[in-house]
């Protein structure tokens, strides 16, 4: 049986991208879309309820698994909804304090929602081998990153950078607040082997390019992931919600527990 969606800021970028391919795949039925009162005429003609409130949509949609690709305070309203509702909830919006994302677990104990700062499956399988490639290299090789977005990204660093740094730190047994830098201007001395730099590049239309730097004695290693399109983020949000919409509440889902 199809999977039935709701798209929070569904007159976004990713929330366009992500209605089109749900159209598209028989996997998949849009069941609503959601957006402020000023851009819902150009939501017309969907096929489907098109509102500016999630929360009395959802009775026509029972048993749909929400998309929310917003912003922080959006993406938390749409999970206290769906905490009410019983409705599951995909969340790939980034840019939350750590405030928010302790209401992101608390809300995920009623309802089963799922959170990933990027949706990319390369992006999620390097989660996995950075920190094993951390270790084997071992203390000697300095670590740095660089992420490229397009000149309208709102946050910075960008979460899939945050993200990927956490991952990093944990693997040489550092918290990254304690260790990230992501300035340098003016005499700043010798580099702190306790240092992860992270540095924002924004510019164009870039789509989303990362790169982690491996320095060491002689050599330098570099592991790159650059998504080509938003559709990449778009499969990888809606192989969540298939799978979201068989799980339980208990804990905060991110894409690893897809694996």
């Not at 309203?77 to 608390?106: C, D, M, P, W, Y």
Request: hydrophobic share 40%; net charge negative; with cysteine.
């Amino acid at each position: 049986m199809s999977t039935g969606i709701v798209v929070v800021g569904a007159n976004g970028r990713m929330g366009r991208t992500i209605s089109g391919l749900v159209a598209a795949d028989l996997e998949y039925r849009l069941v609503g879309l959601v957006d402020s009162k000023e851009h819902l005429d150009a939501l017309a003609g969907a096929g489907c309820p098109v509102t500016d409130d999630l929360e009395a949509l959802l009775p026509q949609a029972p048993g749909a698994v929400i998309v929310d690709f917003t912003a922080p305070a959006v993406s938390l309203h749409s999970a206290r909804v769906a905490a009410q509702s019983g409705h599951a909830l995909v969340i790939g919006t980034t840019g939350f304090t750590e405030e928010q994302k302790n209401e992101l677990r608390a809300l995920a104990a009623k309802t089963p929602i799922f959170w990933s700062s990027n949706m990319s499956i390369g992006v999620n399988v390097l989660l996995k081998i950075l920190p094993e490639l951390t270790k084997a290299l071992g203390d000697s090789y300095d670590i740095e990153m660089v992420e490229l977005h397009h000149n309208r990204k709102k946050d910075s660093p960008s979460g899939t950078a945050l993200t990927l740094g956490e991952c990093l730190a944990e693997a040489r047994g550092w918290k990254l607040p304690d260790v990230r830098c992501s300035s340098r201007d003016g005499i700043i001395g010798e580099r702190p082997k306790a240092q992860i730099g992270i540095q924002a590049v924004r510019g164009g239309d870039v789509v989303g390019a990362h790169t982690v730097y491996f320095m060491g004695p002689g050599e330098r290693i570099e592991v790159s992931h650059q998504a080509h399109s938003r559709e990449n983020f778009a499969q990888g949000a809606l192989r969540a919600a298939a799978w979201l919409a068989q799980q339980k509440p208990g804990r905060l889902y991110s894409m690893q527990d897809t694996f």
